[in-house]
Nanobody
Framework: QVTLVETGGGLVQAGGSLRLSCTAS????????MAWFRQAPGEERRIVAI????????FYFDSVKGRFTITRDIGENANYLDMNSVKPEDTAVYYC????????????????WGQGTQVTVSS
């Protein structure tokens, strides 16, 4: 059974920093791209960042480029999203996902999902 568990969400002031962690079990991490999606109330789920199975390639949604960094520890089967200079518009539920492919952009390419963690940025 595959499980993804996100931790690290919470309340942060605008301009501050937050680290989200995602720990996977039941899958061989290096075979899967790992991604973070987010969903704000009333909006669709959107890609935030992706890291390839090898950890060598990354992709970022335009609005988070230069502020967010995705990394992974293949040995620990974990990946991390470092969020810096956060803005109120970053407020959302953040989901970790695992999928086959180098850097799949679409949510349907991800077979496994975590339960989500709330990030709230106050102005």
């Amino acid at each position: 059974q595959v499980t993804l568990v996100e931790t690290g969400g919470g309340l942060v002031q605008a301009g501050g920093s937050l680290r989200l962690s995602c720990t996977a079990s039941g899958l061989t991490g290096s075979k899967y791209a790992m991604a973070w999606f987010r969903q704000a109330p009333g909006e669709e789920r959107r890609i935030v960042a992706i890291i390839s199975g090898s950890g060598e390639k990354t992709f970022y949604f335009d609005s988070v480029k230069g502020r967010f960094t995705i990394t992974r520890d293949i040995g620990e089967n974990a990946n991390y999203l470092d969020m810096n200079s956060v803005k109120p518009e970053d407020t959302a539920v953040y989901y970790c996902a695992a999928g086959i492919g180098v850097l799949p952009l679409q949510a349907h390419a991800y077979a496994y999902w975590g339960q989500g963690t709330q990030v709230t940025v106050s102005s």
